[in-house]
């Protein structure tokens, strides 16, 4: 319900509230319409009085107007205190400009200094102007190269769909040929049926895998052609990174086993002939379970798992760890 | 006075406990992985709590179905009540969550099962790679080895503290050694003594009773004698390596030997034996009755 006209959503289900970032009271937007279109005027709220301006109202996002709120001081500081991380030298200094910003923002958010606070920004924004106005030229550049990004993307996935749909026309001509070809045969060669038939059956597969073969390049061509051209594609990292591990280097990169070689499904025999490899029957026989195959299980995790746990904390000795620990209360 | 338990007793009586978590265990044809995690369960749970406060009964069957269902084999609470006289699931349900605060809710328990196959398999790798290493072994006296080193676990490893004590790859290497101690042996030296191997062979065919004790002195003398005849730059260096080596196997066995020790060192409590710390801790878990029974008694004497 608004609480200057009194409307109630029942009676007008589709009424809508606007806030005013200066003082964030609800007003239904047919109030706003009726006391701000004549210009700046007192908040109608009582003891509020703050002056508002029609263009300023806007639509809330967050149910929770502190959140709201926060968000708009955000954004404001955010407009000024523009450096990504690029700009500074090191991380530590970065992250003493990062904890400055949430400083800031605090402080108007929780009303302490408000004053001092806006007037530091002011004065951080007139002596960096030029500072932000070039770090926002660079950002739209940034993201005009994505928008250039996303299209030459599109513009490669329609050339594919072209070329697919050019094949897949010839193709069918292909076959109505064949059919016209087959028929012809029959009324005149003096081979059976079936003989036609297969020989038939066998060019059409080999013409089917020399065409899946020469799509496949084309792709390959287009592929190389779009990522050579594309800017963001030479920021990927190009070396093999270790996954993350909250430990510094608990990663055992020499482990304590050599494995021998593990055979695949289709080279394990009923016979037991483990040469070279581990031996063990049952493994062996799950190995060539289709079923598990299928999901993903291969033999050589299990061995790799089994022989990792024998290795995890063989050396860690609990009574000699005990003995040197500092006795501690538990 | 009421009688308290004393540690000891304590100690006896959750040792025949231990040994029914293995029985209800066979009963429902539970995996042995269940079985390991259910025993660690109870153990840690009496590790921070005592039987006059809990009574084990109840807190065994928690821990079994609770490792069934950590472990991946769920049976209902339905069914699995039904199969046990005089408990229900309501006991079991409102156990199960101090069951799981005394464990801090941990629930993956490493077992020395995975490691003892991965030893299984680097018996193989080290002994019968690139060829046979021991004339008397072959895959399937490993395959051999491996099925009683299981039973030993099953037998020793589960109701015993070794779980609190040794890590898991240890424990596996305890049973290993325990059961077969020439092959382990040779396979440990092989491992973790890459570096005189050769000349150590040559002295373990004369004794394989013996700990190594006085062999290896010698050993190291000549091996230091040896290098000494080489480059005298690297000398050092390969000498600490060796060292380091040599201490680090020796680590390994007395570790191991202590494991199988204490490991063994548990004997079977009898059941009038837990009965009669039952009797003792029943007034401990129901201090009412106890009281009843004495103002019983004095009404009786005042009479």
């Not at chain 1, 550049?141 to 993307?153: C, F, R």
């Not at chain 2, 959750?14 to 992985?33: A, E, G, H, R, V």
């Not at chain 2, 260096?237 to 063994?264: D, G, S, W």
């Amino acid at each position: 319900m608004c609480p200057i006209c009194k409307t109630d959503k029942y009676l007008s289900p589709n009424m809508t509230f606007l806030i005013n970032p200066e003082c964030y009271h609800k007003i239904c937007e047919s109030c706003v319409d009726r006391i701000f279109s004549l210009g700046p005027a007192p908040c109608p709220y009582p003891k509020c009085g703050k002056i508002l301006r029609k263009n300023k109202f806007k639509q809330q996002v967050f149910d929770d107007l502190r959140i709201e709120r926060e968000i708009d001081i955000r954004k404001k500081v955010g407009n000024v205190y523009n450096k990504t991380e690029e700009d500074f030298p090191s991380l530590k200094e970065y992250n003493q400009y990062l904890e400055n910003i949430e400083e800031i923002v605090f402080k108007l958010n929780n009303d302490v200094d408000v004053v001092e606070t806006l007037a530091e920004l002011d004065k951080y924004e007139q002596e960096h102007k030029l500072e932000i106005l070039e770090k926002n030229m660079r950002e739209s550049e940034k993201s005009a190269d994505l928008v250039k990004y996303q299209e030459a993307m599109e513009r490669l996935k329609q050339e594919k769909r072209k070329i697919q749909e050019k094949m897949d026309l010839e193709d069918l001509n292909f076959q109505r040929e064949q059919q016209q070809k087959l028929l012809d045969k029959m009324a005149t060669s003096s081979e059976t049926t079936e003989e036609i038939l297969k020989q038939l059956e066998v060019q059409k597969q080999s013409r089917l895998t020399s065409r899946r073969k020469q799509l496949q390049s084309i792709n390959e061509n287009l592929d190389r052609q779009f990522n050579s051209a594309n800017p963001f594609h030479k920021h990927l990292p190009e070396e093999v990174q270790t996954p993350f591990t909250p430990f510094k280097g608990d990663r055992d990169l020499n482990k304590k086993y050599t494995m021998l070689p593990v055979l695949d499904a289709e080279e394990i025999m009923d016979t037991d002939n483990s040469h070279g490899s581990y031996y063990d029957p049952y493994m062996n026989k799950l190995a060539k379970v289709k079923e598990f195959l299928g999901a993903g299980w291969r033999l050589n995790h299990v061995y790799e798992r089994a022989l990792d746990e024998a290795f995890i904390g063989l050396g860690c000795i609990i009574e000699q760890e005990k003995t040197s620990a500092k006795p501690t209360l538990v | 006075m009421i009688s308290l338990l004393t540690p000891e007793e304590e100690a006896t009586y959750l040792d025949f406990y231990s040994n029914n978590i293995i029985k209800t265990c066979n009963f429902f044809k539970m995996p042995t992985q269940v079985k390991l995690t259910a025993a660690s369960f109870f153990k840690k749970f009496y590790l921070v709590n005592s039987v006059m406060e809990y009574h084990p009964k109840n807190i065994l069957y928690t821990c079994v179905f609770l490792a069934a269902k950590s472990e991946n084999y769920f049976i209902s609470i339905d069914s699995f009540v039904r199969a046990l006289q005089g408990t229900e699931a309501a006991h079991i349900l409102d156990l199960e969550f101090i069951v799981l605060q005394s464990l801090k809710f941990t629930l993956l328990v490493h077992h020395p099962v995975r490691p003892l196959y991965g030893f299984f398999l680097d018996f193989q790798a080290v002994l019968l790679h690139p060829e046979p290493v021991m004339y008397d072994v072959s895959v399937d006296t490993l395959g051999n080895l491996y099925n009683r080193a299981k039973d030993w676990l099953n037998e020793h490893a589960v109701t015993s503290d070794v779980t609190f004590l040794f890590t898991p790859p240890q424990i596996a290497l305890a049973a290993m050694y325990d059961t077969d101690k020439r092959i382990t042996d040779r396979y440990l030296k092989r491992k973790f003594l890459k570096e005189d191997k050769e000349k150590l062979n040559v002295i373990k065919e004369g004794d394989e009773e013996q700990p190594d004790q006085n062999t290896e002195p010698q050993n190291e003398e000549s091996e230091k004698q040896g290098v000494v005849k080489e480059e005298s730059e690297t000398n050092s260096h390969h000498n600490i390596k060796l060292h380091t080596q040599r201490e680090h196997y020796e680590t390994l066995v007395r570790t191991i030997r202590k494991c199988i020790k204490i490991a063994k060192e548990v004997k079977p409590t009898t059941r009038e034996e837990s009965k009669e710390i039952d009797k003792k801790c029943f007034f401990a878990l129901n201090p009412k009755k106890l009281i009843d029974k004495r103002i019983k008694r004095l009404a009786l004497e005042e009479k």
